[in-house]
């Protein structure tokens, strides 16, 4: 690899880490106004469309027609479920908690695959990651019995939990059903079919009648169609194809740190010590998943 790609490469991962990490608060923004399934039903659909666009006017190949079917199914569980839920339970909790809260989706992936005929199974590596991160989620919600009570954290907390296990389930089927189209032209397709469900089920809930928009809703949907969907995913495929998959990965250990502060700063969420002692656990955790899931 030449000095100039690598340093792309290595400018690529930080796009990720930074981009990806500020979504977060974006989301809290956007719902703060827009209902969470057509805020993020616009989100997709308009970012899947240009990026589709792009690609078809560089020349990339359409997926073969059993491919289709992945993809959308790829779309509905990652985008849909897992973003889709995510912005809904943001309407309820702090974007720097729900941040930290998805970090524990190697855990459940490792969790699902396992359960699967020829998938991973234990080892004590990943025994004792699983051990810490539910350790730290324990810390998390121990320390706070009262908001457990609270039918709208409550609300939030489980709606996130869903949309990280389906986020983790796509992933295991994206593991073993391997599509020979491009990861860009993958990526289009499925925003595009999360996007699509989305807004239809936007107007099954009547979110189009809530419908309000302005300066700060319309920056974060900007932002997220912008940074969030078309940078973040174009540097992650770009990094990945030029940096050791491992390394890249540690994206999912700065995101939720990036998170943190900006809620703390931008919107005045509440970072106490037992957080922070709890985001160090479950990064421990995720760190020691990853390393076993690797052996």
Known sequence: ?????????YLAWMAVCFFWGTTYLAIRIGVKELPAALFCGLRFLIAGPILFLILIFQGYKLPKKKEWIHLAFMGLTLLGMGTGLLTFAEEYIPSGLSALLVTTVPFWIVGIDSLLPHG????????????????GVGLIFGLDLKSLFDQSYLTGVIGLMIGVIGWSGGTVY?????????PLMGAAIQMITAGIVLILLA???????KFTISSG??????????????????????????????????YAYINPVIALFLGWLVLGEVISLSIIIAAVIILAGVVLVKKGSET
């Open 217 to 250: 809703s319309l920056f974060a949907l900007a932002y997220l169609v912008v940074f969030g969907s078309l940078v973040g995913f174009v540097s992650y495929v770009y990094a990945i194809a030029h940096l050791p998959v491992s390394f890249v990965s540690t």
């Open 120 to 135: 991973k199974r234990f080892n004590l590596k990943i025994l004792g990651g699983l051990l810490f991160g539910f350790a």
């Open 203 to 209: 107007g099954v809930l009547g979110e189009f009648s």
């Open 1 to 9: 690899m030449t000095k100039e790609k690598n340093l792309r490469a």
């Open 174 to 182: 994206s593991k073993y059903k391997k599509v020979s189209v491009h």
